[in-house]
C-alpha cells in the first residue's frame, strides 16, 4: 500500500531543479500522494500550482506559518480565503503558535492564528497546525473553534505526554515526522507514539527539513525527501510494536479520510 506523506514542503527552493525526480524517487520506496504545505502567502499560491501540475498526486494546504505571521495583511487574508476555497487545497494551515524562535510578536501570531481558524470555520476545512513552545495559548485559542471545524491536525509533533493527551481529548490528529529518529530531541516520542489511537495517527516528513537521523547512508546534502516516509513509517511501527504493513494501511486509512482523498 503505497503511502501517503501529509507534509512535504515542495515548494523549498531547494526541489525547484529537481521535483519530477524526487517525485519518481518518491514512487519507487512506495510514497503515493503528498500533501504540499502550503506557509506563506506566496508558498501557499505555489503550492496550489504544483497540486493542479501533478493532479491526484499531490494535494495543497494553504495558510501563514506563524514565522510569517508579521507579514500577514488584509490583502494574504483575502487571498488565503480564496485559495482555501480550492479543490485542490485540503486543509488551512500551516498556522499556529511559535514561541521558540520568536520570529513574529506573541501577540502578532495570536491574532493571525485566530484569522485563519475563522477562515477554516468558513470554508468548512480541516486544520493544519503548528505549535512549538506555546502549548498554552496554542490550546486555548484552539479550543475555541475546534467544534466549528472538521477536524485538526496538529503537525510534526514534538512536544510532551500531556500536549499529546490534550491534543486527543480534542479529538486532534496527531502527525509524526523523522523527529522521533533524533535520539537527542525526539527520544520520549518513541513511547508516547504507542499511546495515539491508529485512527488519529498519521505520517510525515516535513521535507526537506528533519532529515532522519538514523537514515542510513546518509544523503551528503542532508536534504529530507518524501521517500523517506517509509523511513519514518518502520521506526513507527517498530515503537508501536506493529508491522509496517498494519501501520501502513491504518495511516493511510486516516489520512485519506481526514484530507478527503478518496472523492
Known amino acids: 500500500m503505497d503511502l501517503i506523506d501529509i507534509g512535504a514542503n515542495l515548494t523549498h527552493d531547494s ?11 518518491a514512487t519507487a520506496h512506495g510514497v503515493g500522494k503528498m500533501i504540499v504545505t502550503g506557509a506563506s502567502r506566496e508558498g501557499s499560491t505555489h ?15 494553504a495558510g501563514v506559518h506563524p514565522h510569517h505571521a508579521i507579514d500577514y495583511d488584509e490583502e494574504t487574508h483575502e487571498l488565503l480565503r480564496r485559495l482555501a476555497k480550492e ?11 511559535d514561541y ?5 510578536p506573541r501577540d502578532v501570531q495570536r491574532e493571525v492564528f485566530e484569522r485563519q481558524l475563522k477562515i477554516a470555520v468558513e470554508v468548512g476545512k480541516p486544520l493544519f497546525l503548528h505549535q512549538r513552545d506555546a502549548h498554552h495559548d496554542f490550546l486555548a485559542i484552539l479550543k475555541r473553534y475546534r467544534d466549528r471545524v472538521p477536524a ?12 499529546l493527551r490534550d491534543y486527543l481529548d480534542l479529538d486532534c490528529h496527531i502527525g ?26 498519521m505520517l510525515e516528513t516535513d521535507a526537506p527539513y528533519l532529515l532522519p537521523r538514523t537514515i542510513r547512508p546518509m544523503p551528503k546534502d542532508r536534504r529530507n525527501e518524501p521517500m523517506y516516509l517509509a523511513h519514518i513509517r518502520d521506526e513507527v511501527a517498530r515503537d508501536r510494536g506493529e508491522t509496517r ?17 478518496t472523492t
Open 100 to 104: 521558540n524562535r520568536n520570529y513574529s
Open 245 to 261: 504493513e498494519a501501520l501502513a494501511e491504518a495511516s493511510v486509512r486516516t489520512t485519506e479520510a481526514f484530507f478527503h482523498l
Open 176 to 201: 509524526i515526522t523523522g523527529w522521533i529518529c533524533d535520539e537527542r530531541r525526539g527520544a520520549h516520542l518513541r513511547e508516547l507514539v504507542k499511546t495515539i489511537p491508529a485512527n488519529r495517527l
Open 15 to 25: 526541489f525547484r531543479q529537481d521535483l519530477d525526480d524526487v517525485l519518481a524517487r
Open 152 to 163: 485538526a491536525v496538529v503537525h510534526c509533533f514534538t512536544d510532551t505526554g500531556e500536549a
Open 47 to 61: 503550492a496550489l500550482d504544483l497540486a493542479r501540475t501533478y493532479p491526484g498526486r499531490l494535494y495543497a494546504t
Open 87 to 97: 479543490p485542490e487545497v485540503r486543509a488551512v494551515g500551516e498556522t499556529g503558535l
